[in-house]
């Protein structure tokens, strides 16, 4: 089975969402369910990571896929995917990834 490995920095971006969207809607379930299904889309990337459009301007090999209103930045890796970020899709990803 392919793996996800999530790196510092994503994991830091799940907790910021998973904070907003249960502040937000007041709803801690709704964030839970978030969190769950962003994890569940990763791990069918990581069994297909070619299936992300390459954004080779943020490093080499660098894909992504839409979420929702999120973008998740994602690197092919020898058994599965590296998640890297993920960002709102209004951010400025260029600063973030310098």
Known sequence: MPRVLWTQLAESDLDGIH???GTTNHSQAAA???IDSVRERSR???GQPEMGELRSKFGPGVRV???GNYVVFYRAIADGIEILRVLHGR???PTLFQ
């Open 44 to 46: 069918i990337y990581a």
């Open 91 to 93: 951010r400025d990803y």
């Open 65 to 67: 896929f839409s979420f």
């Open 19 to 21: 904070f907003y969207i």
């Open 32 to 34: 839970d369910r978030w």
